[in-house]
């Protein structure tokens, strides 16, 4: 897996919303957008992590743990931007 990427603030909090156990569609109906532009950033994300399609459901658990070992979670919960 590569480093954690600086990513958008879009992107980490809905990475955020995986670390809580929340669906996509339950993402998009909490930010008030549609399923395609969370799955858009949820792709994204494993794009920029290098999680291959192959790694199947545990490419969300994956993401989580880089994120949480990176060290960008803020006390809030939401990572980090810069």
Do not use: C, Y
């Not at 008030?32 to 994300?45: C, D, N, P």
């Amino acid at each position: 897996m590569t480093p954690w990427p600086t990513s958008p603030r879009a992107k980490l909090e809905v990475l955020a919303d995986m670390a809580r156990g929340r669906t996509n569609r339950e993402i998009a109906d909490a930010r008030v957008v549609s399923l395609g532009t969370v799955e858009k950033q949820v792709s994204a994300v494993f794009d920029k992590l290098g999680l291959d399609p192959a790694d199947g459901g545990h490419r969300r658990v994956l993401a989580v743990l880089t994120w949480l070992r990176s060290g960008r979670v803020s006390s809030t919960g939401h990572g980090s931007s810069g």
